[in-house]
């Protein structure tokens, strides 16, 4: 391998680490993640679920009796394992050199938007966080902002009172006291900065307030991962953390990169996998559509 087009390239791992992220999926505010193997093709994982009347606790006692015992069954969540590759090429002449860490940033960027997309509207049967069909994941019916009166404090009110239901729900659900709340839509995000007469805080803030007894990260999904020529309005979705799990494939990468000597070009593959949003139990999502008057 001449030494001419080899000397400027970098190993692989030198041009990972040293990649400009200047996209990062907001998919990935989800703590709790898992990476599945390429090879299995479609996964089929086993859940239990607990369900009353059926194991019954070995030990009991007088303060105990009341208790019901404790079913286990049995559910089946699949997930379609698959990877997307990408070739990026580039001709070198001897003696030359080349900076390819800034092709690595550009074809990343895109990759990691489309990864973000995927995740919030689904792909290849996968359930997402947006667009989900899995049983334990809770769409409420849809909310209405009213119009404004007098100076507009009663939409505050109406969003601080949605957002208040909604964290009664999580107790009832799950009790999880550690959440990410997504916010999307371009109506809501615009609604989220608003601030009536007489006000010092804006509708974001109400909102944070209702949920003050929690650890919260709150979240605006961007257009560029939720377009809004989806049509999918706008809404707020509040994820248990302990309770949901993003599978994939493999997050945007470079793979592999090197020298064709005698051909004279640099080249680098890239790996972007699929992915799943996977709920562990019933609203451990809920999705609270919004409308405005």
Known sequence: MPNDIRQPIKTTEEYAEAVAVTYIPQILALPKR????????????NELTIEVNSVVPTFLTNELTEMNAAKVISKSKSFNAYAKALT????????????????????????SIGFDNKSMIGEGGNNALVVSSDANYVTNAS???????DNGFNQIQKIKQIAMNIKLAVNSFTSSDNLTVYFYGTELLAFLGAITDGQDNDAAYHIRQAFDEKTVNFVQISTLALPTSLGLGSGMIVVSNDLVTLEHCGLPEI???GVNGEKGYYYANYLVGSMQVVVEELGAIIKQPITFA
């Open 34 to 45: 898992e990476r599945k193997s390429l090879d299995s093709g479609k996964i089929i994982s």
């Open 143 to 149: 909310e209405e902002i009213p119009a404004v009166t």
């Open 88 to 111: 990026f090429r580039l001709k070198m002449n001897p003696g030359s050199s080349v900076n390819a860490q800034k092709f690595h940033d550009q074809i990343l960027r895109p990759l």
């Open 255 to 257: 793979l592999r990169d």
